[in-house]
């Protein structure tokens, strides 16, 4: 659909070279109708219908745009109108959908395999709505009893289900907590473990303190540390390789450690990963614990994407010894269906976080009937002291999907993930490149010999995935770079992919390849 540009008025003055008179279609502010409960029920009829609407036709949208930086600044306005137009509203919608759509990657996309899901669903959608309709600021107990007895509630029932240990959890001793993103929840850890240790040696040493993770971790685990005040220099990203799957190696992580020790450094904090980014492999969390608490380091496990799987039984092993970390998040909003954003932070000791994060209570934040409980502010267990009421939308998911639904939502993913490995493997063109764990696959194409071998095997696989991303109606995927391998990624995820999109994605990726092929083959025989 050609995307068609709306004028604003601003005094009467041009905007993007359309004069209009001042006061012409324009509508003075009705303050009493900011919150009026029958307009609200209207324009919410429509955002709905809307919404509605655009997961209807999603199929219609190419998964990414093709546009070039500058292309939504252009069609807009310099500045934002002095007084609503009429049906403001309804204009701004088909802005919505005429201009800024166009321009989206639509995550939400059955053909979006380039990314870890950004999973939605439409409890978790309409649960979103219900938190920002009643808007309420949650950061302590008085602020919000229900809020933080829901959130506290809501963390153990998932954590429950997820087969965590009960040492996480507030049932066990432990506790968890909602925040927006893995990064904000490997800080908060960060920022604990740092104060207790600096506690022990002395906060002139805050410069000896040395963190330790894979070369396979999110770049988010090095962004906190930074953040956390850890000299970038201090940050050990310690070696892996394909024989051992990925994986970071205890023995390493021990030699690395002991190392820093001999340097007269002190190890501080170990972030261990189940399903990195890159291909999804998964630490062995019992042997790193092990080695952490022979120098008393901190351990913990980042499973922002896989962490979801875990609420399979077939999936538990994976976190096998996570009885000995002392932190574990992973993100809900990746493949659990309960929209963005929702990250959640477990910790053994609570306090350790409240005596790292906590603030002094001032009086306007004291209630009377918290007097002599021993209540929850969740103000003093992140970062953020204005918070949103992420629970509800967690409490309504697990209530309306329960556990064995979420079960089925990545059973689904993870044969679809099988299939198209099968189908990987059933053409002698292909190879799988790394060992699939969860609903990602990692392949490449072979480059035959007269092509050039091993050696141009990432040129012709870098040339594929353009090819692949080139077809407007086709599947978006996106690649890896490990020990020197290039490699596309499929991640099977978006709560709207069934086989057949998983098949029709495999069959532009043959079909990209054999045209390729094709050309490069012309090119090498006309040389």
């Given at each position: 659909m050609?995307?068609?540009s709306?004028?604003?008025?601003?005094?009467?003055?041009?905007?993007?070279?359309?004069?209009?008179?001042?006061?012409?279609?324009?509508?003075?502010?009705?303050?009493?109708?900011?919150?009026?409960?029958?307009?609200?029920?209207?324009?919410?009829?429509?955002?709905?219908?809307?919404?509605?609407?655009y997961?209807?036709?999603?199929?219609?949208?190419?998964?990414?745009?093709?546009?070039?930086?500058g292309?939504?600044?252009?069609?807009?306005?310099?500045?934002?109108?002095?007084?609503?137009e009429?049906?403001?509203?309804?204009?701004?919608?088909?802005?919505?959908?005429d201009?800024?759509?166009?321009?989206?990657?639509?995550?939400?996309?059955?053909?979006?395999?380039a990314?870890?899901?950004?999973?939605?669903?439409?409890?978790?959608?309409?649960?979103?709505?219900l938190?920002?309709?009643?808007?309420?600021?949650?950061?302590?107990?008085?602020?919000?009893p229900?809020?933080t007895?829901?959130?506290?509630?809501?963390?153990?029932?998932?954590?429950?289900?997820?087969?965590?240990?009960?040492?996480?959890?507030?049932?066990?001793?432990?506790g968890g907590?909602?925040?927006?993103t893995?990064?904000?929840?490997?800080?908060?850890?960060?920022?604990?473990?740092?104060?207790?240790?600096?506690?022990?040696?002395?906060s002139?040493?805050?410069?000896?303190?040395?963190?330790?993770?894979?070369?396979q971790?999110?770049?988010?685990?090095?962004?906190?540390?930074?953040?956390?005040?850890?000299?970038?220099?201090?940050c050990?990203?310690?070696?892996?390789?394909?024989?051992?799957?990925?994986?970071?190696?205890p023995?390493?992580?021990?030699?690395?450690?002991?190392?820093d020790?001999?340097?007269?450094?002190?190890?501080?904090?170990?972030?261990?990963?189940?399903?990195?980014?890159?291909?999804?492999?998964v630490?062995?969390?019992?042997?790193?614990?092990?080695?952490?608490?022979?120098?008393?380091?901190?351990?913990?496990?980042?499973?922002?994407?896989?962490?979801?799987?875990?609420?399979?039984?077939?999936?538990?092993h994976?976190?096998?010894?996570?009885?000995?970390v002392?932190?574990?998040?992973?993100?809900?909003?990746?493949?659990?269906?309960?929209?963005?954003d929702?990250?959640?932070?477990?910790?053994?000791?609570?306090?350790?976080?409240?005596?790292?994060?906590g603030?002094?209570?001032?009086?306007?934040?004291?209630?009377?009937?918290?007097?002599?409980?021993?209540?929850?502010?969740?103000?003093?267990?992140?970062?953020?002291?204005?918070?949103?009421?992420?629970?509800?939308?967690?409490?309504?998911?697990?209530?309306?999907y329960?556990?064995?639904g979420?079960?089925?939502?990545?059973?689904g993913?993870?044969?679809?993930?099988?299939?198209?490995?099968?189908?990987?493997?059933?053409?002698?063109?292909?190879?799988?490149m790394?060992?699939?764990?969860?609903?990602?696959?990692?392949?490449?194409?072979?480059?035959?010999?007269?092509?050039?071998?091993p050696?141009?095997?990432n040129?012709?696989?870098?040339?594929?995935?353009?090819?692949?991303?080139?077809?407007?109606?086709?599947?978006?995927?996106?690649?890896a770079?490990?020990?020197?391998?290039?490699?596309?990624?499929?991640?099977?995820?978006?709560?709207?992919t069934?086989?057949?999109?998983?098949?029709?994605?495999?069959?532009?990726?043959?079909?990209?390849?054999?045209?390729?092929?094709?050309?490069?083959?012309s090119?090498?025989?006309?040389?």
């Open positions: 050609a995307p068609t709306h004028f604003y008025t601003n005094n009467g003055a041009p905007q993007n070279g359309a004069v209009v008179p001042a006061g012409a279609g324009n509508v003075p502010p009705q303050h009493s109708c900011l919150l009026d409960p029958n307009e609200f029920r209207r324009q919410g009829h429509q955002v709905i219908d809307f919404i509605a609407d997961y209807a036709r999603m199929d219609d949208y190419p998964v990414h745009p093709s546009v070039n930086p292309f939504l600044r252009h069609q807009l306005p310099a500045n934002a109108p002095s007084r609503p009429s049906d403001a509203f309804g204009t701004a919608l088909r802005d919505v959908r201009l800024i759509l166009p321009g989206m990657t639509h995550w939400q996309s059955a053909r979006h395999f990314h870890f899901p950004a999973s939605s669903s439409t409890v978790g959608a309409l649960g979103e709505a938190t920002a309709g009643i808007n309420v600021v949650p950061f302590t107990w008085a602020a919000s229900a809020a007895e829901l959130e506290m509630v809501v963390v153990d029932w998932l954590g429950k289900a997820l087969h965590l240990p009960e040492s996480l959890m507030f049932c066990g001793g432990g907590t909602l925040l927006g893995t990064c904000e929840a490997i800080l908060c850890a960060i920022v604990a473990a740092r104060d207790r240790k600096l506690a022990d040696i002395g002139g040493r805050i410069g000896d303190l040395v963190v330790y993770c894979s070369d971790t999110h770049f988010a685990f090095r962004k906190a540390a930074h953040i956390a005040g850890i000299h970038r220099d201090n050990r990203e310690i070696a892996t390789y394909r024989d051992d799957m990925f994986a970071l190696s023995t390493e992580l021990q030699a690395a450690m002991q190392a020790v001999d340097a007269g450094l002190v190890p501080l904090f170990l972030c261990a990963t189940v399903g990195t980014t890159q291909t999804t492999p630490d062995p969390i019992r042997e790193l614990c092990a080695v952490a608490a022979t120098h008393g380091v901190w351990v913990h496990v980042d499973a922002a994407y896989a962490g979801s799987a875990l609420v399979c039984p077939e999936f538990r994976l976190i096998d010894g996570a009885e000995a002392d932190s574990f998040s992973m993100n809900a909003h990746k493949w659990l269906l309960a929209n963005n929702c990250c959640v932070l477990w910790v053994k000791k609570p306090s350790l976080l409240i005596a790292a994060l603030t002094e209570q001032e009086y306007i934040l004291k209630d009377a009937a918290a007097e002599g409980h021993d209540v929850v502010d969740y103000k003093d267990w992140s970062v953020t002291l204005t918070r949103r009421f992420r629970a509800l939308k967690l409490w309504l998911m697990l209530r309306c329960g556990v064995e979420l079960r089925d939502h990545i059973r993913h993870v044969d679809m993930a099988v299939s198209f490995e099968g189908m990987v493997k059933a053409d002698p063109r292909f190879e799988v790394a060992t699939r764990q969860f609903a990602l696959v990692c392949f490449r194409l072979r480059a035959p010999e007269e092509l050039g071998g050696k141009a095997a040129d012709l696989n870098r040339r594929l995935l353009e090819e692949v991303n080139a077809t407007g109606s086709g599947p978006y995927m996106s690649s770079n490990v020990g020197g391998i290039y490699m596309l990624r499929c991640a099977i995820g978006s709560t709207l069934e086989e057949q999109h998983v098949r029709a994605a495999w069959k532009v990726v043959q079909d990209r390849a054999a045209s390729l092929l094709r050309k490069m083959e090119i090498n025989a006309v040389a």
